[in-house]
Structure formats: C-alpha cells, structure tokens
C-alpha cells in the first residue's frame, strides 16, 4: 500500500483532508460546517462506489480532490437544513403538531 493511501486512511481531521488535498479553506467556516461537509464528502465517496481508493491514481486522487471540494462549496451556498445529511432533521418530533396541520372549522 502506498503512503498517500496510508496517509489518507488515518485522517480524521477535516483539517487534515483539506491539507492533503492542497485545497484552501476558511477555518472559521470549516470550523462551523465540518461535519456536515465530511459527511457530504463521504457520501459522495460512495456514490463513486470505491470503498478503498487509490490515492496512488493521480485520477483517483483527483476526483477524491473536486469531490471534497464539491461538499465544501455546497455549504457556502446552501444550509445544513436544506441538505438533511443528518438523522436529526429527516426525523419528525412525535410531539409537535404544525400550524399547517391545523385546521380552522
């Protein structure tokens, strides 16, 4: 297994994947979103359909490149609320009824 593979398997900071990947970011606005843009970015990844890539490829590591760029831009433009990446907003409180449930007879 070569280094970049080793080294991209034991990230775990978004930091990390930003500096591996040579891409800049704004630390207070990755600071904000990481975890919506590291989940984004691993959906992308299996979207992709490849559960052990190979960052030897330069093409795979490109494409690994622009979709951690993609999950990162996505937020600048859109919300955490808008993207639903997490449980916690598909879910629908069991004890909150919503004005549009209500109706006037």
């Keep these: 297994m070569s280094s970049k593979v080793t080294t991209f398997n034991e990230i775990t900071q978004a930091e990390d994947y930003f500096a591996f990947f040579g891409l800049s970011y704004d630390p207070q606005f990755l600071n904000v979103?990481?975890?919506?843009?590291?989940q984004k970015f691993s959906r992308l990844m299996q979207e992709k359909g490849v559960e052990n890539p190979d960052m030897a490829n330069d093409a795979t590591f490109n494409q690994?490149?622009?979709?951690?760029?993609?999950?990162?831009?996505?937020?600048?433009?859109?919300s955490p609320l808008q993207q639903k990446l997490f449980k916690v907003f598909n879910?629908?409180?069991?004890?909150v009824v919503l004005l549009s449930e209500i109706e006037v007879e």
């Design 33 to 38: 979103y990481r975890l919506h843009i590291l």
């Design 64 to 78: 690994y490149r622009e979709l951690l760029q993609e999950a990162y831009s996505l937020f600048q433009t859109s």
């Design 91 to 95: 879910n629908k409180p069991q004890n």
